[in-house]
């Protein structure tokens, strides 16, 4: 079973809090589970990104609607599709490496750390 739901994140989230971890950042497998890490900071009053910034996958319709909008990396499904089966067809068995750019999605979920190290 795939951990990657809002439900996930949120569960997650609350137990770092439980256990009295104050993270300063997230980054979230994706954007559902960014998703339930909002909704479990925002119950407990901690401000996205005055106190925890947040980084996510995926750029699902979902990020730019959450307040503030979630800072992800998108996905290019279509082009890591299309690597896919240029790499399947070329024939070549030989193990290799295709990188497929991912852009950087920014938005106002990221800030400046809230407190120094210690």
Request: proline share 8%; charged share 25%.
């Amino acid at each position: 079973m795939w951990e990657w739901e809002p439900e996930n994140g949120y569960d997650a989230v609350c137990r770092l809090l439980d256990d009295g971890v104050m993270p300063r950042a997230l980054v979230c497998m994706n954007d559902r589970v960014a998703f339930g890490a909002y909704q479990a900071l925002g119950e407990r009053g901690i401000r996205i990104p005055e106190q925890v910034s947040i980084v996510s996958f995926d750029n699902d319709e979902v990020a730019s609607y959450l307040r503030p909008g979630l800072s992800t990396i998108a996905l290019p499904h279509e082009a890591m599709g299309r690597a896919a089966v240029e790499l399947l067809l070329s024939g070549d068995e030989r193990p290799r490496e295709m990188l497929v750019p991912m852009p950087v999605i920014s938005r106002a979920s990221i800030g400046a750390p809230a407190r120094s190290l210690p």
